[in-house]
């Protein structure tokens, strides 16, 4: 299983309501793949996350444990069972 949290930013407006999600998985799944999954059926929150490139949005931060995809293979770094992952928008300001 796949531990999720999602900031509370993105599930405005979101069939989604739960901060923390699960995810069942028998295997390894790309980001894209966790993304598509876990927004089944709320097709706005996936669009707030995913661009129609299936990029991420340059606003999105996904991390798997400590890292940030983007460090990793981006939208294709794989996340295993027993991952936790967190999708984080993007802080800037000075």
Request: with cysteine.
């Amino acid at each position: 299983m796949i531990k999720i949290w999602m900031h509370s930013m993105f599930r405005a407006d979101s069939t989604k309501e739960e901060t923390e999600l699960r995810l069942e998985t028998d295997s390894e799944i790309s980001v894209y793949e966790l993304l598509d999954k876990l927004c089944q059926g709320d097709e706005n929150l996936f669009f707030k996350l995913v661009d129609e490139e299936k990029n991420l949005r340059p606003h999105v931060n996904i991390f798997i444990g400590s890292k940030n995809c983007r460090n990793l293979d981006g939208i294709d770094s794989m996340v295993a069972e027993n991952d936790e992952v967190s999708v984080f928008p993007a802080l800037s300001g000075g």
